[in-house]
């Protein structure tokens, strides 16, 4: 120490030492973590105060805090420690002070720290939760009793099926799952396992369940063993029950013959079945299917089979047709059915004498040189490549006796256009049917009568014409041989008839009289012959023949009554005479006196020209009903229209 005044400053004194008291040191550095982290312990180290108080540092604290808490758990001059003996996944807290002559410390700063969490321990083993389904089940299952430190943050389902094979149904945070996809009335296992973030724990325990029943599965394809061509033996084997007993199987077949669809054959719980009744050479599908409690299984692929062809089938005796002569009979029959193989002949059976018919398109054979008035014993069969059919039903079939012979034929009467014929005896007491041919131009013969009568007159024919016939009777027995042939010719036709003819110009003694014309018959000459019959005589005097068509009557007698008539004689070129034809009517007139002359004229002019005017035709009447039927149409169109024009004005006005 020195002292100072106005003079100056003095010489220091001799140094005094003096110390202070300590304080008490600064806080520790806040505790870092050093190496690492474990699941059960960790290593921590620190600094050491940056202040010690003026005093040596004599220790360290080290204090921990598990959530109970701190608590001392370290004191020394080490500046770190291991911490050990902890729980995995729980997170620590720690902190440290010194102390020295001065005092304790503050806290350092906390540092928490967490150990690493472990794997979680294993579940209990699921359970089911409800009564599993066919093809479906409920698991549900509990946490671990341990969790590793660490929240679960899912779980998993493991699930072995009864191939021993594994797969995973479920990962989740869900502590139950719905498992499907499962095969009915299986075994499966099912375990579970918990995971946190350290990863998966252990399985549990497997839970053991069986799958509800369901229907059976679907059968293998049927085997089928053809045992003849009318019969199969249908077997198949079965299938996986799924959980219940089979109690009947279903066989279905299809025969596209007689139905489209499959139908039932049959139900019961046996492994096979023979189908009989079949066709031949048809071809057959067949499928099963298994049914338990839980109802009926799929169908199984259908199996076709086809039968081997096989004899032809038998020929129905009601299809079997004849016809019977005295020395024949001529069967028809339809084809049976072949049954796979072309049917090659058929054989007919005829009281023991079997014949062979090769033609099996005309289906058809007489069997002749038989006896008449027999009974024979007729059956039929079929023949393939495979073997004979069965005969038909045995049929009897009597002949007839012969056929009546035919009788002679005579003309009974001959004309112009016509022939009368006439045969037998005029007695049929047996009603006989007679058949009478007449041949054509062509040389061929036609039926022109068939019936009982023994007599028929032929129409229209030619004249001079000859013309052919014969005949045949037929009975019970069947059709008799025809006759000889006979020829018969035709008269010549006398000329026409004409009408009445017409008389005109009538004056006191003296008339005109007229006729029609007719027409020209072959290269004969035609006449004419006009007769005249007057009051005062008997009978018709002829007063003109020749070719003329028109005659002048005079000397007649005043106011006397005559009739005048016509006919035509054919001059025959061959010179086998003269053909007269039948007068026309007559035609009556009477001779006017002298003062009535020119009156009658006027009259018979009159007369001519009303006997002149024809009467209309029917094609004559049918245009005039149809002109009226168009002019009356054509009224009421024009009665239409105006009505509607009228309607339409008032509708505007």
Same mark, same amino acid.
């Given at each position: 120490? @020195?002292?100072?005044? &106005?003079? /100056?400053?003095?010489?220091?004194?001799?140094? $005094?030492?003096?110390? #202070?008291?300590?304080?008490?040191?600064?806080?520790?550095?806040?505790?870092?973590?050093?190496?690492?982290?474990?699941?059960?312990?960790?290593?921590?180290?620190?600094?050491?105060?940056?202040?010690n108080g003026g005093a040596e540092i004599s220790q360290y604290v080290l204090e921990m805090d598990d959530g109970r808490g701190f608590e001392? !758990?370290?004191? /020394?001059?080490?500046? &770190?420690?291991?911490?050990?003996?902890?729980?995995?996944?729980h997170t620590y807290k720690v902190r440290t002070l010194c102390t020295s002559a001065g005092g304790h410390s503050e806290y350092s700063e906390v540092t928490s720290i967490t150990t690493l969490a472990v794997l979680p321990a294993s579940c209990q083993p699921p359970k089911l939760q409800g009564?599993?389904?066919? #093809?479906?089940?409920?698991?549900?299952?509990s946490s671990p009793s341990y969790t590793g430190g660490a929240p679960i943050t899912e779980y998993e389902v493991c699930m072995t099926m009864p191939d021993n094979t594994t797969r995973h149904v479920y990962r989740g945070y869900d502590t139950d799952s719905l498992v499907a996809g499962l095969l009915p009335g299986r075994v499966y296992l099912f375990q579970v396992r918990a995971y946190n973030k350290a990863g998966a724990g252990q399985w549990s325990d497997p839970l053991e369940a069986v799958s509800g029943a369901g229907p059976p599965d679907r059968c293998k394809e049927v085997h089928v063993q053809v045992k003849s061509a009318h019969?199969?033996? $249908?077997?198949? &084997?079965?299938?996986?029950?799924?959980?219940?007993?089979?109690? &009947?199987?279903?066989?279905?077949? *299809?025969?596209?013959?007689?139905?489209?669809?499959?139908?039932? *054959?049959?139900?019961?719980?046996?492994?096979?079945?023979? $189908?009989?009744?079949?066709? %031949?050479?048809?071809?057959?599908?067949?499928? $099963?299917q298994a049914i338990n409690s839980a109802g009926p299984g799929p169908f199984s692929a259908a199996t076709s089979s086809t039968t081997p062809p096989s004899s032809p089938g038998v020929i129905s005796s009601s299809s079997i047709k004849y016809s019977v002569t005295a020395t024949a009979v001529t069967l028809s029959w339809r084809a049976p059915s072949a049954n796979g193989a072309d049917i090659t002949s058929y054989n007919v059976d005829c009281n023991g004498n079997l014949i062979s018919v090769f033609d099996t398109d005309l289906l058809e054979y007489c069997v002749d040189s038989l006896t008449p008035e027999t009974v024979y014993r007729v059956r039929v069969q079929a023949v393939n490549s495979v073997g004979v059919g069965p005969f038909s039903s045995p049929l009897k !079939?009597? #002949?007839?006796?012969?056929?009546? *012979?035919? %009788?002679?034929?005579? @003309?009974?009467? !001959?004309?112009?256009?016509?022939?009368k014929l006439k045969w037998g005896d005029s007695k049929n007491v047996d009603f006989m049917q007679y058949t009478l041919e007449m041949a054509g131009k062509n040389g061929s013969f036609a039926p022109i009568y068939n019936g009982t009568s023994q007599t028929f007159k032929v129409n229209k024919l030619s004249e001079q014409t000859l013309y052919s016939f014969r005949l045949f009777a037929a009975n019970d027995a069947g059709n008799g041989p025809y006759s000889e042939e006979y020829t018969f010719c035709t008269s010549k036709a006398p000329p026409p008839t004409l009408k009445a003819p017409k008389v005109w110009d009538i004056l006191e003694n003296s008339c005109k009289v007229e006729w029609s014309s007719t027409k020209q018959m072959g290269d004969d000459l035609i006449l004419y012959q006009l007769q005249l019959h007057s009051s005062l005589e008997n009978e018709f005097r002829t007063v003109y023949r020749g070719s003329e068509i028109s005659y002048a009557l005079e000397g007649l007698e005043q106011k006397s009554e005559y009739r005048v008539r016509v006919g035509t004689v054919r001059v025959c070129s061959d010179g086998s005479g003269e053909l007269c034809g039948a007068y026309s009517p007559g035609s009556a007139f009477t001779c006017k006196s002298h003062e009535l002359v020119s009156r009658s004229v006027k009259t018979c002019a009159a007369l001519q020209a009303s006997t002149e005017r024809k009467p209309l035709t029917d094609q004559q009447w049918a245009v005039i009903i149809l002109l009226c039927f168009i002019l009356l149409g054509i009224l009421i169109a024009f009665i239409v229209q105006q009505l509607l024009s009228y309607s339409r004005h008032v509708a505007t006005g």
């Open positions: 120490m @020195c002292a100072i005044n &106005e003079e /100056g400053q003095s010489k220091w004194s001799e140094n $005094v030492v003096f110390s #202070t008291l300590s304080d008490k040191p600064g806080a520790p550095s806040k505790p870092i973590l050093k190496g690492r982290i474990h699941s059960n312990s960790f290593r921590v180290s620190w600094d050491a105060p940056k202040d001392v !758990i370290y004191t /020394g001059m080490d500046m &770190e420690f291991q911490c050990d003996h902890l729980e995995a996944g009564k599993p389904k066919a #093809t479906s089940l409920h698991l549900k299952w019969s199969q033996l $249908v077997s198949w &084997e079965e299938p996986v029950n799924n959980g219940a007993t089979i109690t &009947e199987f279903r066989l279905e077949w *299809l025969n596209q013959r007689e139905s489209p669809e499959f139908i039932q *054959l049959y139900v019961g719980p046996a492994l096979n079945y023979e $189908v009989k009744g079949l066709t %031949p050479a048809a071809q057959y599908s067949y499928r $099963v !079939i009597q #002949t007839r006796s012969l056929p009546p *012979l035919p %009788p002679r034929i005579e @003309c009974a009467g !001959i004309g112009f256009n016509s022939l």
